[in-house]
């Protein structure tokens, strides 16, 4: 079993800046695509940002400019910049090898206005 861990979740005012991290149990080489989901209550879980081994990274049209992914050998990131209420949601890691995805238990962002 793989463990991803969040964690830098928190509560922010709007405009303000949050870095969420993903500790895995293993090397994030391992995974085809790691990323971030989130939920917001009474919504569906939306894809926020992935990247995959090789670097390659996409984002959701709301957050392109905002939100920059990156990772090392052992966690992936999600630096969010210029934060927005509508940001605001459990942010969940997820690491996908081919059919099988991983997930973490999720971090709670709040932004406040």
């Known amino acids: 079993q793989v463990q991803l861990v969040e964690s830098g979740g928190g509560l922010v005012q709007a405009g303000g800046t949050l870095r969420l991290s993903c500790a895995a149990s293993?090397?994030?080489?391992?995974?085809?695509?790691m990323g971030w989901y989130r939920q917001a209550p009474g919504k569906q879980r939306e894809l926020v940002a992935g990247i995959t081994s090789g670097g390659a990274t996409n984002y959701a049209d709301s957050v392109k400019g905002r939100f920059t992914i990156s990772r090392d050998n052992a966690a992936v990131y999600l630096q969010m910049s210029s934060l927005k209420p509508e940001d605001t949601g459990v942010y969940y890691c997820y690491a996908r090898v081919d059919l099988l995805t991983s997930w973490g238990q999720g971090t709670q962002v709040t932004v406040s206005s």
């Open positions: 293993v090397s994030i080489f391992s995974f085809n695509r």
